[in-house]
T-cell receptor
Framework: EAGVAQSPRYKIIEKRQSVAFWCNPI?????LYWYQQILGQGPKLLIQ????????DSQLPKDRFSAERLKGVDSTLKIQPAKLEDSAVYLC?????????????FGNGTRLTVT | AQSVTQPDIHITVSEGASLELRCNYS??????LFWYVQSPGQGLQLLLK??????LVQGIKGFEAEFKRSQSSFNLRKPSVHWSDAAEYFC????????????FGAGTRLTVKP
């Protein structure tokens, strides 16, 4: 089966600019996650979707971050305006369902550098 | 809230030597525990998981982990390390009902010497 696809792989922007990341989960996976992984840290959940609805966005900085999964398949994560501290790898993951016995499948991530 | 501590930021072992990566967790109920591996430029891949039952769990690539409730630990082991095992390893803990409360440790970077 095809894995989780993310694009772009790398992005360099200046602070106060906007950026968008795209994720296409594994076919049939209802649950989609966006994680932020800052250098030297483990991934931190930003938002979780179940189909096209948001399950948890409690750790999403909503003043600058937004995400959508309009048709319940692919998803976009946007940052506007970006800050220096947003430099990180943004990982998308999907799972069949949201229970822990349904493992997460991660994409290769988008590495964002904000200068 | 649950949390995970990986005490070792970086470990170096010789190829063919045994490996143990430490993970300590804090969780109020029976935890679901996971080990993931991340190669450079890649996403995370699940190595193994513990939900219940036998406290020694086997995973992919010859890895195993042992759940010790009395020590709040879930250490990852491999009897003989291969050069291709060089990567970042993450321990994670989560509740029984939803992945959105999963917490990852900061990771341990493994270097393998020839």
């Amino acid at each position: 089966e095809a894995g989780v696809a993310q694009s772009p792989r790398y992005k360099i922007i200046e602070k106060r600019q906007s950026v968008a990341f795209w994720c296409n989960p594994i076919s049939g996976h209802a649950t989609l996650y966006w994680y932020q992984q800052i250098l030297g840290q483990g991934p931190k959940l930003l938002i979780q979707f179940q189909n096209n609805g948001v399950v948890d966005d409690s750790q999403l900085p909503k003043d600058r971050f937004s995400a959508e999964r309009l048709k319940g398949v692919d998803s976009t994560l946007k940052i506007q305006p970006a800050k220096l501290e947003d430099s990180a790898v943004y990982l998308c993951a999907s799972s069949l369902v949201s229970e822990p016995n349904s493992p997460l499948h991660f994409g290769n991530g988008t590495r964002l550098t904000v200068t | 809230a649950q949390s995970v501590t990986q005490p070792d930021i970086h470990i170096t072992v010789s190829e063919g030597a045994s490996l143990e990566l430490r993970c300590n967790y804090s969780y109020g109920a029976t935890p679901y525990l996971f080990w993931y591996v991340q190669s450079p430029g890649q996403g995370l891949q699940l190595l193994l998981k513990y939900f219940s039952g036998d406290t020694l769990v086997q995973g992919i690539k010859g890895f195993e982990a042992e759940f010790k409730r009395s020590q709040s630990s879930f250490n990852l082991r491999k009897p003989s390390v291969h050069w291709s095992d060089a990567a970042e390893y993450f321990c994670a803990v989560g509740p029984s009902y939803n992945n959105n409360d999963m917490r990852f440790g900061a990771g341990t970077r493994l270097t393998v010497k020839p």
